[in-house]
């Protein structure tokens, strides 16, 4: 008999598995779309390429709430470039399926951000992909990594700070950090 089972000792509840597709479904929604046939791969479903295209395009959006707009390294000579990258896929997505991303930001240093983007199957109400990401700042002009500016720093920490407070905590690979 184990220790558990005579009452000796207790096993606290340990989350492993993602958030769920509810938990995911309050947070903003991005790129919300249906998935269509052009993106079709050969074994009928969405290909690899455009879940990482509709992940990063639902980020791209995401960051305009913290001062980072899609045109920035024309209008400030600015931008953000993807350091690494971890993929996770947990069902398929076919055509005509409605998806949208959601973004959840986890901690940033001076010149990082640390981000988790999730591409739901809002059709069948799945969470589809997970995208862990780490990206950079970049001052376009030298094309090096550079200091976040005074006010993109502080939305970033209010929306950090926000979402640190969300019931649920995502899964990680364990194979990238701020640095």
Do not use: C
């Not at 939305?155 to 700070?161: F, S, Y």
């Amino acid at each position: 008999m184990s220790l558990i089972a005579a009452g000796v000792g207790t096993v606290p509840r340990v989350t492993t598995g993602h958030p769920t597709y509810d938990e995911l479904a309050e947070l903003p929604a991005y790129a919300a779309q249906a998935v269509p046939a052009a993106f079709e791969d050969i074994n009928g479903h969405l290909n690899i390429r455009h879940y990482v295209g509709i992940a990063s395009e639902g980020l791209d959006e995401a960051l305009v709430d913290v001062g980072i707009p899609q045109n920035w390294p024309t209008v400030a000579g600015q931008g953000v470039f993807s350091a690494e990258h971890h993929m996770t896929y947990l069902s398929e997505l076919r055509t005509g399926d409605r998806i949208s991303v959601r973004v959840r930001l986890l901690g940033r240093s001076a010149r990082a951000v640390h981000a988790v983007v999730y591409l739901l199957d809002d059709s069948h109400r799945k969470v589809s992909y997970v995208m862990e990401e780490v990206f950079l700042h970049i001052d376009m002009a030298s094309r090096r990594t550079a200091e976040w500016p005074d006010d993109v720093a502080a939305a970033l920490d209010k929306l950090i700070a926000e979402e640190s407070h969300l019931p649920w905590q995502p899964v990680l690979s364990g194979s990238m950090s701020l640095r």
